[in-house]
């Protein structure tokens, strides 16, 4: 007959059961599942054996840290040790855990038979509901307050980043980016429709919608609009030709006139429009200085829209990290992919790293070529952002030098650098660059220790100041 044990891990501790007659359990499923509501019936069925509480939230979170992980913590490891029948016995045993890898951990440590399908799910599921009534001392608030706490704590280790390097910004940057352009393309295409009633020859002249935008806002009654602002028009504009071409227009226009409250309204939406193209332009800006941060080789290899996109398709930069390049090369092209594959037909040579300014120099022969080239730099760059602790751009520097050396390989024949004489030398540029930041870092780190010394020596002074006052103005009275 073997012997079942469950171990389970509470957010208070590890703990440890012992079912009562396994082969009888095992043959009655049903009957678990009804008896796991009951705690009278599921009391009967289980019995504690060990409890071992965490000494602290720290232990707690490296305890579950390491459980989610699949690996054996030492203080599992212990008590696994301390509290299972011996060695000799641990043949006829089987151990119940909820987990297929801390199962093969545990084998692998203790030479133990474990399982986690049949009956054991079950029996974790009564110990989950009637845990605080199986362990003395240990009540339904107490309980509430380990599982919040370590909740808490354990969420933010998953999600623990440096605030300078995280990719989800990133992420939320590049998709507002796209909608702004639609929504900027369809508001300036509105903007032209309705005041080219008012004057329709504007629309030819001054093609670009932002300057357009500005040239209405500016206008408004073309009627009212004298040459005295010849020079403010001008300036919007950054040309005499077109300045001139839009007074002239004026004279012969066969747009309608058009009511106050109309131009009022015109003018309320170019405004609107013209501010949405400058919040585009820093949003631009700050997609530069954040792929800068968190990717800073793969935005000097392919440009940072083309590097947010491919990170925020991918998910995040971890995940792109763990791409292979040619996932990488036909990332954004899945549905031309599958087609292709279902219909036999060929398949896509590039995806989103089209974009690239690389593919587009190519010839039109070499286009698949330069892809699969350039992906495969992308998948490095990736890693190296992913993995390295201190960002720099030294490496995409060389990998996007060595994608323009084998363009010119394709088009003249003239031999690139080998990749290796070419990582070389990025490695030694990039631990210099290393050895500069550390230091920088160190001496900033020195002054903040100094500044805040010098900040709580002032406020000690300050205080035995008012001290020593105190103690005069009681002596005079």
Not at 47 to 54: D, E, G, I, N, Q
Not at 370 to 390: G, P
């Amino acid at each position: 007959m073997s012997n079942l044990y469950i171990l389970y891990e509470h957010a208070s501790g590890y703990a440890l059961f012992r079912v009562r007659e396994f082969e009888e359990i095992g043959m009655n499923l049903p009957q678990v599942e009804a008896s796991v509501v009951d705690l009278s019936k599921f009391a009967t069925v289980v019995k504690l054996v060990a409890f071992h509480p965490f000494q602290s939230g720290v232990n707690a979170l490296d305890n579950i840290n390491a459980v989610s992980e699949g690996l054996v913590h030492d203080d599992l490891r212990t008590f696994l040790d301390t509290n299972l029948p011996k060695e000799k016995k641990r043949a006829k045993m089987s151990l119940g855990v909820a987990d297929t890898r801390i199962a093969s951990a545990v084998n692998e440590l203790f030479s133990i038979t474990c399982q986690h399908t049949g009956v054991v799910p079950e029996l974790l599921r009564g110990l989950r509901l009637h845990f605080p009534n199986l362990v003395k001392g240990l009540t339904d608030q107490n309980q509430n307050k380990a599982q919040l706490g370590l909740g808490h704590a354990y969420s933010r280790a998953k999600v623990k980043f440096n605030v300078n390097r995280v990719d989800n910004m990133i992420i939320q940057s590049i998709a507002l980016l796209d909608q702004l352009d639609k929504d900027i393309n369809t508001f300036a295409m509105r903007i032209r429709e309705w005041y080219g009633y008012h004057f329709p020859e504007l629309i030819k002249i001054v093609p670009d919608n932002y300057t357009y935008a500005r040239v209405v806002h500016l206008i408004k009654n073309r009627k009212e609009f004298s040459n005295d602002r010849e020079e403010e028009l001008e300036a919007i504009t950054m040309d005499s030709g077109k300045t001139a071409a839009v007074f002239e227009a004026m004279k012969t226009t066969i747009g309608m006139d058009i009511s106050p409250i109309d131009l009022i309204n015109i003018e309320s939406f170019a405004n609107r429009v013209i501010h949405l193209f400058e919040y585009r332009k820093s949003l631009q800006e700050y997609l530069r200085s954040k792929m800068g941060q968190v990717a800073p080789n793969l935005a000097m290899l392919i440009g940072e829209q083309v590097g947010a996109r491919l990170i925020a398709h991918a998910g995040s930069l971890t995940n792109l990290a763990k791409y292979p390049a040619s996932t990488i090369q036909i990332l954004g092209a899945e549905k031309a992919l599958f087609r292709a594959l279902k219909t036999k037909g060929n398949t896509p040579k590039y995806g989103l790293i089209y974009h690239s300014s690389h593919i587009g120099k190519a010839n039109t022969q070499n286009k698949g070529r330069i892809s699969r080239y350039l992906a495969n730099k992308c998948a490095i760059a990736s890693r190296i952002d992913c993995f390295s602790e201190i960002p720099t751009s030294i490496f995409g520097d060389r990998l996007k030098q060595q994608v323009s050396d084998r363009l010119k390989f394709y088009d003249s024949g003239e031999l690139p650098p080998k990749n290796v004489d070419v990582m070389q030398l990025a490695l030694q540029e990039a631990e210099t660059e290393r050895e500069e930041i550390l230091a920088k870092e160190k001496k900033r780190k020195k002054k903040e220790k100094k500044r805040r010394k010098e900040a709580e020596a002032a406020a000690n002074g300050n205080g035995t100041v008012a001290l020593e006052e105190g103690v005069n103005n009681m002596e005079v009275a």
